[in-house]
């Protein structure tokens, strides 16, 4: 049994600058006959980089968008375009909710680039998990409503919804995460960690009762300060995590903590990054 997962678009340029990089993420998952697109970043830019790096894209069985931002999932429009449809789209329930972002300027739109109308239009066979767990096969769970049970991790003041004619904080309830089951542990797939990563492994393992081997993906440690970092960084070692693949929205600060504190277990999963588990 093997895990491929390929970094198809990320905010840091690949390692031999050929490929187009932006402020987002793309993951193009090869687990057993499954093949699954984590994300599509904010243009659809990973498509020509899929196209590069010999990565059939145009032939899925799942594509998954772990959460309601441009960033995750922008690319998806562009492509419906490129691809057969003959996939299954998973979202997590509230995916379509109006996301805003508050800035000096006031609130900007900060989420999808397609309604739920564009889906039937299309289409496209659509899964909304409102399931803590959602099994695709035994091996491939998709997991939502994480438990908020650390102090630390709280929740963005800038991510609204709007909601009427007013906004609301974002609780991001719609966030999903994907696991696939190893022989050594589970290997989990995050989008943003919006939740806070550590409340997101947390209940994973509490709901599997399996430890966590690997992680790939954002953290949003971007925002944390120095509080949140160490008991985050404590939570990955007294797990024992063997494997930590972070990239898009983790932070140079965290970047560097993370480097220095993990040294090989910590590999920056940047544009073009191939992660292979055997």
Known sequence: MSIKIT???????????????EHGLALFIEFEDKKI???TGQSGDFIKNAE????????????????GHYDHSGGFREFTKYSKKNFKLIVGNGFF?????????????NGNSFSEEFI???????????EDIFKITDELMVFTNFERSTEFETLNEK?????????????????ISLGVKYEKGLVVILGCSHIGIVNILKTIMKRTGMPIYCVVG?????????????????????????????SHCTGENAIYKLKHEFRKEFIYNNTGNSIEII
Not at 7 to 21: A, F, M, S
Not at 161 to 175: A, M, R, T, V
Not at 228 to 241: D, P, V
């Open 52 to 67: 590069k790096l010999n990565k059939d894209i145009n032939n899925l069985d799942y594509v998954i968008l772990s959460h």
């Open 7 to 21: 970094t198809l678009i990320e905010n840091q340029q690949d390692n031999n600058d050929t490929l187009v990089n």
């Open 159 to 175: 991510f609204f919804i709007k909601k009427n004619e007013g906004y609301i904080l974002d609780d991001f309830s719609d966030e």
């Open 120 to 130: 039937v239009k299309n289409n496209i066979a659509v899964k909304y998990v409102t």
């Open 218 to 246: 954002g953290s949003h440690l971007i925002e944390a300060d120095e509080l949140r970092l160490n008991k985050t960084m404590e939570f990955f070692k007294e797990n024992s995590i063997s494997l930590l693949r972070l």
């Open 37 to 39: 697109l984590f994300d």
């Open 97 to 109: 909710n109006e996301k805003y972002k508050l800035i000096e300027e006031g609130y900007k739109f």
